[in-house]
């Protein structure tokens, strides 16, 4: 597609679920990008792919969280047992290359609301 | 360890004048900087960029400018126009050390009023 996907866009859940949310990457991306924003603060780094390479999952705030990534395509982003500080807008990010000064191109969000 | 950061949460300007938005960083390793803008329910969108190399970078109505001494960057938008009004994140890397992955600041919420 013509930008970067995520979905689904709204997720209502109980404290104590598991959820996953998906991102689809511009087509020929080879870094892919995860952060967080909570209510009234800045994006929060999460997890980086680059190609083939290991991840970097040094923002990943607690093991319930992990994340995938098919090669160079879709990547899900899953949290287990969910607690209420989880809520928050994940947002995606793709670029065309991993290093150097490009721009991350980023989706329009996933807004998790944990009750 | 807030790295990056905008201390102004919110800023208001009349349409036609200048914005100033103000952005202070801590870690000596970041060498390129970035102004995303972000509109309500959208993902953010990338507006200007600056290399540590230069001061000053220019592109229409918006101007970066970094003072590395100070460790400060801030963004100019003239004539401020009220389409403007957004949130507005600085962001940083440290090429070397951690590629592209960017590092932002809280955000500041521009109003332009007509």
Known sequence: GAGVSQSPSNKVTEKGKDVELRCDPISGHTALYWYRQRLGQGLEFLIYFQGNSAPDKSGLPSDRFSAERTGESVSTLTIQRTQQEDSAVYLCASSSQGGGANVLTFGAGSRLTVL | ?114
């Open chain 2, 1 to 114: 360890d807030q790295q990056v950061k905008q201390n102004s949460p919110s800023l208001s300007v009349q349409e036609g004048r200048i914005s100033i938005l103000n952005c202070d960083y801590t870690n000596s390793m970041f060498d390129y900087f970035l102004w995303y803008k972000k509109y309500p329910a959208e993902g953010p969108t990338f507006l200007i960029s600056i290399s540590s190399i230069k001061d000053k970078n220019e592109d229409g109505r918006f101007t970066v400018f970094l003072n590395k001494s100070a460790k400060h960057l801030s963004l100019h938008i003239v004539p401020s126009q009220p389409g403007d009004s957004a949130v507005y994140f600085c962001a940083a890397s440290a090429r070397e050390t951690s590629g592209s992955r960017l590092t932002f600041g809280e955000g500041t919420q521009l109003t332009v009023n007509p």
